[in-house]
């Protein structure tokens, strides 16, 4: 009832020819000191939080495994093979929202769009392809909040990045979800085939996503997660994207959500 798609697959000479962003300005972030892993208040909280939410959302994955039996038949499930330490890697599920296709890897693009179903559409609009990985959290392979599960090559490339990156668990949803995914689907919506994609994704998107899972590392607290679970939460019940805009000229970023930060922290601190 499962299909699994990974980067295994893929044609590595392809891969290889990929020109490597500029990742000069994390330097200074991935050198910071390591942060503690993750507290037992955080790893309390997902427990707690996935059990409570189980209770009812237990009888929607039923009924969304039953429709996409009729309708899509098998696998309904799609399992992605995902990093959730520098070195551990684990199995993420989610409902299966495309065609299936042999050989498919890599970030979804134009030139995957005509494989989403649907059922599909609806199910990654309104995040319900999302909801097993509560068994994910449940088994403390994910959190609620925290960066997005990265691919192996990728953690490969940036050891040192990762490293700081994967202290948190990787999220369902996080700050880069939050403020930057809306740009991504723009960016890759406009990649026409799977090499344009994945240099796309590889040079534009994961290096800014990077960037801002540092920030949110820096900067993690309880406090910051439930504004981040708030404000997800109210984007896909609204279908707004209420996301922080681009800076203006002469004009300042609105603030991204509270910080524990204190007075006399440096400027440096900010990434």
Same mark, same amino acid.
């Given at each position: 009832?499962?299909?699994?798609?990974?980067?295994? !697959? *893929?044609?590595?000479?392809?891969?290889?020819?990929?020109? *490597?962003?500029?990742?000069?300005?994390?330097?200074? %972030?991935?050198?910071?000191? $390591?942060?503690?892993?993750?507290?037992? &208040?955080?790893?309390? /909280?997902?427990?707690?939080?996935? @059990?409570?939410?189980?209770?009812?959302? &237990?009888?929607?994955?039923?009924?969304?495994?039953?429709?996409?039996?009729?309708?899509?038949?098998?696998?309904?499930?799609?399992?992605?093979?995902?990093?959730?330490?520098?070195?551990?890697? /684990?199995?993420?599920?989610?409902?299966?929202?495309?065609?299936?296709? %042999?050989?498919?890897?890599?970030?979804? $693009? *134009?030139?995957?769009?005509?494989?989403?179903?649907?059922?599909?559409?609806?199910?990654? #609009?309104?995040?319900?392809?999302?909801? =097993?990985?509560?068994?994910?959290? +449940?088994?403390?392979?994910?959190?609620?909040?925290?960066?997005? =599960?990265?691919?192996? %090559?990728?953690?490969?490339?940036?050891?040192?990045?990762?490293?700081?990156? @994967?202290? &948190?668990?990787?999220?369902?949803? $996080?700050?880069?979800?939050?403020?930057?995914?809306?740009?991504?689907?723009?960016?890759?919506?406009?990649?026409?085939?799977?090499?344009?994609?994945?240099?796309?994704?590889?040079?534009?998107?994961?290096?800014?996503?990077?960037?801002?899972?540092?920030?949110?590392?820096?900067? #993690? &607290? +309880?406090? @910051?997660?439930?504004?981040? @679970?708030?404000?997800?939460?109210?984007?896909?019940?609204?279908?707004?994207? %209420? #996301?922080?805009?681009?800076? !203006? #000229?002469?004009?300042?970023?609105?603030?991204?959500? =509270?910080?524990?930060?204190?007075?006399?922290?440096?400027? $440096?601190?900010?990434?």
């Amino acid at each position: 009832m499962t299909i699994h798609h990974d980067w295994d !697959k *893929a044609d590595a000479a392809q891969l290889n020819m990929l020109t *490597a962003p500029k990742m000069a300005w994390f330097i200074g %972030e991935a050198s910071a000191p $390591g942060v503690n892993p993750m507290p037992v &208040s955080k790893r309390l /909280f997902d427990i707690l939080f996935a @059990l409570f939410l189980l209770v009812p959302l &237990s009888v929607v994955m039923l009924v969304v495994s039953v429709t996409l039996l009729i309708l899509q038949g098998r696998p309904i499930f799609y399992a992605a093979h995902r990093m959730k330490t520098p070195d551990r890697p /684990f199995t993420q599920w989610k409902f299966r929202t495309m065609l299936c296709e %042999e050989g498919d890897f890599g970030a979804t $693009g *134009a030139h995957k769009s005509w494989r989403i179903t649907p059922m599909g559409q609806f199910l990654r #609009r309104s995040r319900i392809d999302e909801l =097993p990985q509560l068994f994910n959290i +449940l088994l403390g392979d994910m959190s609620f909040v925290g960066p997005r =599960p990265p691919l192996r %090559e990728y953690v490969e490339r940036f050891p040192a990045v990762y490293a700081q990156v @994967l202290h &948190s668990r990787p999220g369902v949803t $996080g700050l880069a979800t939050l403020i930057y995914h809306r740009h991504e689907d723009r960016i890759l919506a406009r990649c026409k085939s799977a090499r344009a994609t994945e240099a796309a994704y590889y040079r534009r998107c994961l290096p800014a996503k990077l960037k801002i899972d540092l920030i949110y590392q820096r900067h #993690r &607290s +309880l406090r @910051l997660d439930l504004w981040i @679970l708030w404000s997800t939460l109210k984007i896909v019940i609204a279908r707004k994207d %209420e #996301r922080p805009r681009r800076r !203006k #000229r002469g004009r300042s970023y609105p603030p991204v959500g =509270p910080s524990p930060r204190t007075a006399g922290a440096s400027k $440096g601190s900010r990434g």
